[in-house]
């Protein structure tokens, strides 16, 4: 059997990763998976309860990619969301008119997706807000804002470390 010798070297004398990564690889991802519902009758956005992940850079050169698909139904026309990074820097505000007039109770996935540059090798949080278009009027997700539990799917924020 032969020996390989990876560049040249022994396996004993290899001791660390290549010095550099090459852009665009994805170095790491989180993801977050919400099976349960969230309600709100509010027209202030509020954090969508699990729905948020965490993620810390290893240069603050490197971007982050986050995906979002969040399935929704609403009383009111149009369905609300915004994504956040942290607590106050918005990143994303979609307002989805495509679900027909009254069929707004069946649910709708509104998806999101952005390349964010956070300069940080800090934990950086990402998460999802919705608000009802109208007080008083019930925005829900996962679930038929008019029938109690009734699932419509599984939402989920995906976030990835790609290197810059």
Do not use: C, H
Request: net charge negative; hydrophobic share 35%; charged share 10%.
């Amino acid at each position: 059997m032969a020996i390989i010798k990876p560049n040249n070297n022994t396996i004993s004398a290899i001791t660390a990763l290549p010095a550099s990564i090459t852009t665009g690889d994805v170095l790491q991802v989180v993801s977050a998976n919400k099976t349960n519902s969230f309600t709100t009758t509010s027209t202030s956005f509020s954090d969508v309860t699990g729905l948020s992940v965490s993620i810390t850079p290893s240069s603050s050169s490197n971007k982050i990619l986050i995906l979002v698909t969040l399935y929704m139904s609403a009383e009111a026309s149009p369905l609300q969301a915004k994504l956040f990074r942290g607590e106050s820097t918005e990143l994303q505000f979609v307002q989805d008119y495509a679900v027909a007039a009254n069929d707004y109770a069946t649910g709708s996935s509104v998806n999101m997706s952005i390349l964010d540059t956070p300069s940080t090798t800090s934990a950086t949080t990402y998460k999802v807000q919705i608000a009802s278009s109208n007080n008083g009027n019930n925005a829900k997700v996962n679930g038929r804002w008019d029938s109690g539990s009734a699932d419509i799917g599984d939402s989920t924020i995906t976030v990835m470390e790609i290197a810059g």
